[in-house]
């Protein structure tokens, strides 16, 4: 039983190159989400989907798509690699009481 | 106002004592309350949950809740060496219609040896 698992763990990019992030999970939640994590600002929610099919943004998804693709995984897609866009990025699920579980996470950087 | 607010730290304790880590929250009808624990680079990992005004314990973990003053602790009985990490709040609330979970920025701990 993997939990939620994040691939890769470390990439390094150029400023306008594009990368697809994978999450997959084991834990039958519906629920999915993708987050970054900079120092002194916390977890902020980039994109979530609810449910199979269904996606949404969150607090900060300019310059982020996201693709639901079935139950299991749930991909994030930077489209032209900003040096911004340097970041920790997790994956996490929720159960039904919000608790939420995580993924390895995935250290970008873009130079 | 930040919608959940903690102390960055660091807060250090001495190996054996308690260590008390408070977190606010700005929305007063959020409904659910969790604590997190985020080792220096690796994910954070749900520790306790909370839902009801009062004390929850599970092992040498106490979560408490007052809603009316808008707070929620952690309390950290005999600290350990291998509890120094960071500690996230996040506080459920309902906004726009959907249901929305909000993190803190953490909270680090250093328990001394």
């Known amino acids: 039983n993997a939990g939620v698992t994040q691939t890769p763990k470390f990439q390094v990019l150029k400023t306008g190159q594009s990368m697809t992030l994978q999450c997959a999970q084991d834990m039958n939640h519906n629920s999915m989400y993708w987050y970054r994590q900079d120092p002194g600002m916390g977890l902020r929610l980039i994109y979530y989907s609810a449910s199979e099919g269904t996606t949404d943004k969150g607090e900060v998804p300019n310059g982020y798509n996201v693709s639901r693709l079935n139950k299991r995984e749930f991909s994030l897609r930077l489209e032209s690699a900003a040096p911004s866009q340097t970041s920790v990025y997790f994956c996490?699920?929720?159960?039904?009481?919000?608790?939420?579980?995580f993924g390895p996470g995935t250290r970008l950087t873009v130079t | 106002q930040k919608e959940v607010e903690q102390n960055s730290g660091p807060l250090s304790v001495p190996e054996g004592a308690i260590a008390s880590l408070n977190c606010t929250y700005s929305?007063?009808?959020?409904?659910?309350f969790f604590w997190y624990r985020q080792y220096s680079g690796k994910s954070p990992e749900l520790i306790m949950s909370i839902y009801s005004n009062g004390d929850k314990e599970d092992g040498r973990f106490t979560a408490q809740l007052n809603k009316a003053s808008q707070y929620v602790s952690l309390l950290i009985r005999d600290s350990q060496p291998s509890d120094s990490a960071t500690y996230l709040c996040a506080v459920l609330s309902n906004s726009g219609g959907y249901q929305k979970v909000t993190f803190g920025t953490g909270t680090k701990l250093q328990v001394i040896p």
């Open positions: 929305d007063r009808v959020s409904q659910s």
């Open positions: 996490a699920t929720r159960d039904i009481s919000y608790e939420q579980y």
